[in-house]
């Protein structure tokens, strides 16, 4: 059948850059997953992603913006699917200091080993930065196998991060071992679980937390780890486990961090779509980005 031209693709906006005078969006993704602590296929998900973009339209009923406003850069994929350890951060980290300027960029990976080189490379000083996790894992393990997955929160902390500018909401209950929540507490890591995000409401707690951060930081980098969501709605997040969040509230929860206007960086991580049943997790992952997106054609 043929395309219906009242109904745009977003796959296709993705593809022709949108609006040239509009907001900047920077796409790129990082196919890593040699870092993984689980066995993944990570480095196939950001081909995924742009695939399941065909099922989605730009335009978003619930902030009432339409994507073709922004001006929408696909930057690829990094090449770095066969690396792993120092060597892939400083990759990441040198190829993503090469990308334009722009009003926001969003990663798709890949797993979670790119947050550490995203923050470092795209926030200007990480003595004035903030990081907001999403995430069911504090990610602060050691580095007896060398840098990992499991690693990236205690690395920026070491390379300077503030852990009084660290919140990370949705721990899971049973997901974190009593020496990595001290680690936390010692430094001044915000910690939210689950259950308490979902109390207060997890998009008034995310909006509060990079409000807050905001007031003491210079800009704000987001992970969106969407192994954060309950297992039974990810087949492809091996992290993920029981009690975890809802897919809608990450979804309000990425549309919160493209609004907002400290936020400069998210990245969408965790996602083996090799093992993703169905593609669920996939299409998930996509509709992130654009929820993403939508909040940043939102913002005033």
């Known amino acids: 059948m043929s395309e219906d031209p009242q109904w745009p693709r977003a796959s296709d906006w993705l593809a022709a850059g949108g609006a040239p005078d509009g907001r900047h969006l920077v796409v790129v993704g990082v196919p890593c997953a040699r870092s993984s ?9 950001p081909a995924a992603v742009r695939a399941a973009l065909r099922r989605y339209s730009t335009f978003d009923a ?12 696909d930057a690829g994929d990094l090449p770095v699917a ?26 798709v990976g890949g797993d979670n080993a790119l947050t550490r080189p995203a923050a470092r490379a795209l926030l200007p000083d990480l003595s004035r930065a903030g990081l907001l996790t999403l995430d069911a894992h504090h990610d602060v393990r050691g580095f007896h196998d060398g840098p990992t997955n499991g690693t990236p929160v205690r690395g920026l902390v070491e390379d300077g991060l503030p852990g009084g500018h660290v919140v990370q909401v949705g721990l899971g209950s049973l997901t974190n071992s009593r020496a990595y929540r001290r680690w936390c507490d010692d430094r001044g890591v915000t910690v939210v679980t689950a259950a308490q995000a979902r109390r207060q409401g997890v998009a008034t707690t995310v909006r509060a937390a990079l ?10 980098h987001v992970d969106l780890d969407v192994d954060v969501v309950d297992a039974a709605f990810v087949p492809g997040c091996p992290g993920a486990r029981p009690g975890g969040l809802m897919p809608w509230e990450l979804l309000d929860v990425a549309a919160e961090a493209g609004r907002h206007p400290a936020v400069v960086s998210v990245d969408l991580t965790e996602v ?29």
């Open 37 to 45: 602590i689980s066995l993944s296929r990570a480095d196939l998900t």
């Open 62 to 73: 619930d902030l009432d913006v339409d994507l073709e406003a922004l001006r929408v850069t």
């Open 82 to 107: 066969d690396l792993a350890g120092e060597v892939l951060i400083d990759a990441v980290e040198r190829d993503l200091r090469a990308l334009p300027r722009a009003d926001l960029v969003v990663l």
């Open 211 to 220: 409000d807050e951060l905001a007031g003491r930081c210079d800009a704000v």
């Open 272 to 300: 083996d779509a090799g093992g993703d049943e169905g593609g669920r997790t996939v299409d998930l992952t996509a509709a992130l980005l654009l929820r993403v997106a939508a909040g940043l054609a939102s913002r005033s």
